[in-house]
């Protein structure tokens, strides 16, 4: 995928849900992963056309593991010219030492999100992007569907009253393999995720059903997220937006 590409997936979804406004700054929640650094190069890449004018700060909190070089992510930033930030904490330790978490997904999700949301307010920011594909947003209904007997997945524009912020998901249109080649086109400096439970997660499991399924039904991905646009699940429907 080239970034015009990228940019056009992006741009589609940050108008049809009204995602930036003029004025805002705009927390980046990087994790160096695929998704985030691609997110982090297509709103810096936006921003420089966009008639609404925005501010970037890119943000990683960093979970405590061992190994986890970012000097990559911070030679990216600094060629794209957007400010970086890394809060150190000691997530990790909680959720595996002493809580000893059999599933540790959620609880790792909420502290990384309130720390994320933390910094972000303290930077000033209006709003927190974060890199969810269109992918992440079926495998959601999925897990919704199968483990809490609701149908429901993230909206593509939320708002937390506690602590005055909207959180963005900019990627939402696009599919994860573009991702994956995108970010290897452009040699984006990707970290594995150093998590003991990476790869062995329900949302991994809800994953690989998907796939099998792909090849039993064409377009099954389209068909889904088109169910879910025209849902009346929070957030998504198009209408409230225009």
């Known amino acids: 995928m080239k970034l015009q590409r990228l940019l056009s997936y992006v741009r589609r979804a940050v108008d049809d849900y009204n995602m930036i406004e003029d004025g805002d700054k705009i927390a980046i929640g990087i994790s160096a992963g695929k998704d985030s650094l691609t997110l982090l190069l297509a709103l810096r890449s936006l921003q420089r056309f966009y008639p609404k004018k925005f501010e970037l700060e890119a943000v990683t909190i960093s979970l405590g593991f061992d190994n986890f070089d970012l ?5 990216m930033c600094d060629e794209i010219g957007v400010r970086y930030t890394v809060k150190e904490t000691d997530i990790a330790q909680i959720v595996f030492h002493e809580r000893k978490e059999k599933n540790p997904c959620s609880l790792c999700a909420k502290m990384r999100k309130g720390a994320l949301n933390d910094v972000a307010k303290s930077l000033g920011c209006n709003k927190v992007a974060l890199g969810h594909n269109k992918d ?3 495998q959601t209904l999925f897990l919704s569907l199968f483990y809490e007997g609701r149908i429901y997945t993230f909206p593509p524009v939320s708002y937390l009253d506690r602590s005055d912020l909207h959180t963005i998901r900019p ?7 573009e991702i994956v080649g995108f970010a290897r086109k452009e040699g984006l400096s990707v970290l ?16 690989n059903l998907i796939a099998d399924l792909r090849n039993q039904y064409d377009n099954l991905d389209n068909h889904i997220f088109g169910a879910i646009k025209r849902s009346a699940i929070n957030g998504w429907n198009l209408e409230k937006h225009l």
């Open 136 to 138: 992440d947003v079926i």
């Open 71 to 75: 000097t990559g992510v911070q030679k």
């Open 192 to 207: 594995k995720s150093p998590c003991p439970a990476d790869g062995n997660t329900k949302r991994e499991q809800v994953k």
């Open 171 to 177: 990627l939402i249109y696009v599919p994860e393999k």
